[in-house]
């Protein structure tokens, strides 16, 4: 993968999220199971475009190399923009330091982003093309989710299967092959 790779992702993962239900499917998950969306929209990325499969070792690397700017930017920003929000409902001189904070944070999530592709480069076994995408993207979502060492509550399967259906709809369609073809 190249930094046009991160671009890429990037790209898919605005395309994802916006699709009807993602975002609210994606921040349950945040909020209930403690999950990085980034690291769940990467590995959408890479099931839907065959790049790479992700085991638990792997999401741990990718955990550990993208702590730092989820704990000490992240998380304080998006700490700071919903509080923001609140605070602007009621003060409208505070609507464009939440705008500032938004911008910030969504800058701040370009950044993660570069680095899960940077840092996910060398990590995976080579998508099997035969196989069933949205199983392989079931099967690393839960990995990653046991990994945070949470119980999946009825709303978190919810929010998963909402994920898995937009992701898959994302997926290039394949060229059939039949007899008679040269």
């Avoid at 700071?80 to 500032?100: G, I, Q």
């Avoid at 592709?117 to 093309?129: E, I, Q």
């Amino acid at each position: 993968m190249t930094d046009k790779d991160a671009e890429a992702f990037w790209e898919f993962s605005l395309s994802l999220y916006g699709k009807d239900g993602v975002a609210p499917a994606c921040l349950a998950l945040q909020d209930k199971q403690g999950a990085d969306v980034n690291i769940l929209l990467y590995l959408c990325y890479l099931v839907v475009t065959g790049h790479r499969l992700l085991d638990r070792s792997d999401m741990a690397v990718l955990m550990e190399k993208t702590d730092e700017i989820r704990s000490t930017v992240l998380a304080p920003m998006r700490a700071l923009r919903r509080r923001l929000k609140t605070m602007a409902a009621s003060n409208p001189m505070l609507e464009p330091v939440y705008r500032t904070a938004k911008d910030a944070e969504l800058a701040a999530e370009k950044s993660q982003q570069f680095e899960l592709v940077r840092h996910g480069r060398a990590l995976g076994t080579p998508f099997p093309k035969d196989d069933d995408p949205a199983a392989h993207l079931r099967t690393a979502i839960h990995t990653f989710l046991d990994k945070r060492k949470t119980a999946l509550d009825p709303e978190s399967a919810q929010a998963i299967n909402t994920v898995i259906m937009a992701a898959m709809q994302m997926r290039p369609a394949r060229k059939q092959s039949g007899y008679g073809e040269e």
